[in-house]
């Protein structure tokens, strides 16, 4: 199969609905990324909307919740959402949760949010649609807000996850956001240190 040539190939509801049916969360960390844990603890990013899209398990979603973001959950399956809203019920928290597919977020998300935070999400849709990522990142969030995300370079064919590599980040993103940062990371967790891209990107 040509993954990157099939547009189901990474973005099928059902194929990752299955996961949360079978309890296969192989890509799950069961906690926040722990390179956002450092970031917030050195720049101390001040709590304000944000939106995780293809937030999963939500690990982040929960990070954000509790340093006082006023944060929205946003996945395509049901499987993920009712993760979302078990932890939002058993932590107390209360944010926005939206099973959708991001690519479809109506007039109403357009600048929205101040801060978008990826994980594992552009590195789990099919390489035809990063532009339209792209695309609608810059169009949900505000003037100067941030897209700050860790991106997967995994030096393997097909997917998901599917490479992402340095030269892809600037490619895709140099047109529509200001790269303030972007490097390898040393504080990955074990299973992917090496292969994860912290970038901060400014619209």
């Known amino acids: 199969m040509n993954t990157v ?13 299955r996961h949360y049916e079978e309890k296969d969360l192989r890509w799950d960390l ?8 450092r970031l917030w603890e050195e720049r101390k990013f001040s709590p304000c909307k944000a939106i995780v899209p293809g937030c999963g398990a939500g690990h982040e979603v929960m990070f954000l919740a509790k340093q006082g973001f006023n944060v929205t959950a946003l996945d395509y399956t049901h499987g993920a959402i ?3 809203k078990s932890a939002f019920e058993e932590n107390n928290y209360s944010g926005e949760v939206l099973q959708q597919d991001f690519f479809e977020l109506d007039c ?3 600048e929205k949010f101040e801060l978008m935070l990826e994980h594992t999400f552009f590195c789990a849709i099919n390489p035809n649609m990063r532009q339209e990522y792209v695309k ?3 169009r949900i969030l505000k003037p100067g807000g941030y897209l700050i995300g860790l991106f997967y370079e995994t030096n393997e064919d097909g997917g998901p996850p599917f490479n992402t590599r340095k030269e892809d980040i600037e490619k895709y ?3 529509s956001f200001k790269i303030e ?6 504080h ?9 891209w912290l970038a901060v990107l400014k619209k």
């Not at 069961?30 to 844990?37: G, H, L, R, Y």
């Not at 940062?181 to 040393?186: E, H, I």
């Open 173 to 175: 993103f140099s047109s």
């Open 188 to 196: 990955s967790a074990k299973q992917r240190l090496e292969k994860e």
């Open 30 to 37: 069961d906690e926040v990324a722990p390179p956002f844990v």
């Open 82 to 84: 009712k993760l979302i």
């Open 108 to 110: 109403n998300y357009n």
């Open 5 to 17: 040539n099939d547009p189901r190939v990474g973005y099928s509801c059902d194929d990752w609905e």
């Open 181 to 186: 940062s972007l490097s390898k990371t040393p």
């Open 136 to 138: 609608t990142a810059k």
